[in-house]
C-alpha cells in the first residue's frame, strides 16, 4: 500500500475534505520504511528528548483509549513575554483525526506520528493530546533530526480499526520581515557552500537532494527566470512562487503519491504536496535551501480575507533559508504556492524536514487487515 500525500482526495473516502492530506497508511511488513535522515542542529524551543519522551507515557482511559498526556503550558511570566513579544499573535484550535478500518484483522503494528506541533519562536504550543484506539503495547516520543517530535506506538493485539485524534493548542505570531537590505540570492547561494575553516549553518543540508526532489537541468531551467543576477533572493523566491501558482493548476487527483517531481513539472498540475516540492526543488536547483513544511490552515478566515486552499485538512507548503549576518544562524521565509502567499498566523506549523517522505502525519508496518478504507478529519479554528 502507497501513502496518500497532502492534496490527494480521490482517493479518499466519501467525508474527507477536497484537497485533504491525507497521511501514510499503513504498509506490509515486507516492505521497507526506512528513510534516511541528514543531521540536522535541532531548533532552541524543541524540548529535549527526556521531556518528549516523558510526555509520551501511556494512560489507559475509561473508554480502553490510550492517552498521551497534554503538553505543558507555558507559565503566566512566559506567557506574558511571548505576547509582548508576538504582537498580532492568535491562538488556535486544531483537532486531527485518522481512522483506518482494516477488511480483516491486523495481528502486529508498529506506526510513527508526526502530529504534535513545533514549539518554537515562530509559534508555541500551549496543549497537546493525543489519543490512540485501540491503546497502543508500546508507546514513546523523541526527536528526529529535525527537531520534530515524532511518537512512536506499536499495537500487538489483533484489531480491525485504528483511531487516532490529536487535539492541539498553538499560539501563532505573524511572521517577521526579511531582513533589509536583502542579500542578493547568489551572495545567499554561497553561503550554502563548503568553505574551508567557515562553521557550517544547519541550513545547508537543505541545499542538496533528498529522496524525493532530486537535482536535475530542467528544475533549473524553470526556476532560472526569476533569479536574474542580483536580485534580491526573498523578491526572487516570491516571483518563483507567484509563476508557479499562475501557471499550475490546483487538480485533485492528478497526481499519486509517487509522481515525480519532474513529472508534476511537465503536466503542470497537481495538490499542495506537489507545489510544495516543486517550489523547493526549483530553489534548491538554484544552489539555495529549502525545506518541507507541513501543517494546518485555519478553517475560518478574518472577514473580509479569502478563505485558503487546503483549510479543513492539513497542508504543506516551503520555507527558504535566508542567511543570516556576521555568521548568525539562518532564519526562514516560508512561502505557500498553493495560496501564493507568505505563510502567517493562520498556518499552523506541525513538522519539517527535506521533503514529505520525511514528515508524513502518520505511517507504518502491519501485518494482515488486507485492504482497508482511511478516513480523516480536520478543523483549525480559533480559540475561544
Known amino acids: 500500500m502507497r501513502p496518500e500525500p497532502p492534496g490527494h482526495d480521490a482517493a479518499a473516502p466519501a467525508g474527507s475534505a477536497r484537497g485533504e492530506p491525507l497521511p501514510a497508511p499503513a504498509q506490509s511488513l515486507s516492505q521497507s520504511q526506512s528513510q534516511s535522515q ?65 477488511r480483516g484483522s491486523v495481528e502486529l503494528a ?38 520534530n517530535v515524532r511518537t512512536l506506538f506499536a499495537l500487538n493485539a489483533p484489531h480491525e480499526s485504528l483511531r487516532v485524534v490529536a487535539r492541539s493548542r498553538v499560539r501563532v505570531a505573524p511572521p517577521k520581515a526579511p531582513p533589509s537590505p536583502a542579500l542578493d540570492w547568489q551572495a545567499a547561494r554561497e553561503r550554502w557552500r563548503y568553505v574551508a575553516g567557515r562553521a557550517p549553518d544547519a541550513a545547508a543540508e537543505f541545499a542538496f537532494a533528498s529522496p524525493l526532489l532530486p537535482q536535475h537541468p530542467a528544475l533549473r531551467a524553470w526556476a532560472e527566470p526569476s533569479f536574474p543576477p542580483g536580485r534580491p533572493l526573498d523578491e526572487a523566491a516570491l516571483d518563483l512562487m507567484h509563476r508557479l501558482h499562475r501557471d ?35 530553489l534548491r536547483a538554484m544552489g539555495l535551501a529549502a525545506r518541507y513544511v507541513s501543517g494546518y490552515l485555519l478553517t475560518e ?66 501485518r494482515g487487515g488486507g485492504r482497508h478504507r482511511l478516513e480523516v478529519r480536520v478543523s483549525t479554528r480559533p480559540a475561544d
Open 301 to 366: 478566515p478574518p472577514p473580509g480575507q479569502p478563505r485558503l486552499q487546503g483549510a479543513d485538512a492539513s497542508h504543506a507548503w516551503a520555507a527558504l533559508a535566508l542567511p543570516g549576518a556576521d555568521g548568525a544562524a539562518a532564519t526562514w521565509l516560508e512561502l505557500d504556492p498553493t495560496n501564493d502567499c507568505v505563510a502567517a498566523a493562520a498556518h499552523v506549523r506541525l513538522a519539517v524536514g527535506r521533503d514529505y517522505g520525511d514528515v508524513p502525519p502518520l505511517r507504518g508496518v502491519i
Open 248 to 282: 499550475f493548476a490546483y487538480v485533485p487527483d492528478s497526481t499519486e503519491v509517487d509522481t515525480p517531481v519532474l513529472e508534476v513539472l511537465l503536466q503542470r498540475r497537481g495538490v499542495c504536496q506537489d507545489f510544495a516540492q516543486l517550489l523547493i526543488a526549483g
Open 110 to 147: 508498529q506506526h510513527i506520528a508526526f502530529l504534535r506541533p513545533r514549539d518554537d519562536a515562530m509559534q508555541r504550543l500551549l496543549d497537546h493530546r493525543l489519543q490512540i484506539e485501540p491503546p497502543p503495547s508500546q508507546l514513546r516520543s523523541d526527536l528526529d533530526a529535525f527537531g
Open 38 to 102: 541528514s543531521q540536522s542542529q535541532s531548533q532552541s524551543q524543541s524540548p529535549s528528548p527526556s521531556q518528549a519522551q516523558a510526555q509520551a507515557q501511556a494512560q489507559s482511559s475509561s473508554s480502553g483509549a490510550a492517552t498521551v498526556p497534554a503538553a505543558p503550558g507555558v507559565s503566566d511570566a512566559a506567557g506574558r513575554r511571548e505576547s509582548e513579544a508576538s504582537a498580532g499573535a492568535i491562538v488556535l484550535e486544531v483537532e486531527h483525526e485518522t481512522l483506518y478500518r482494516y
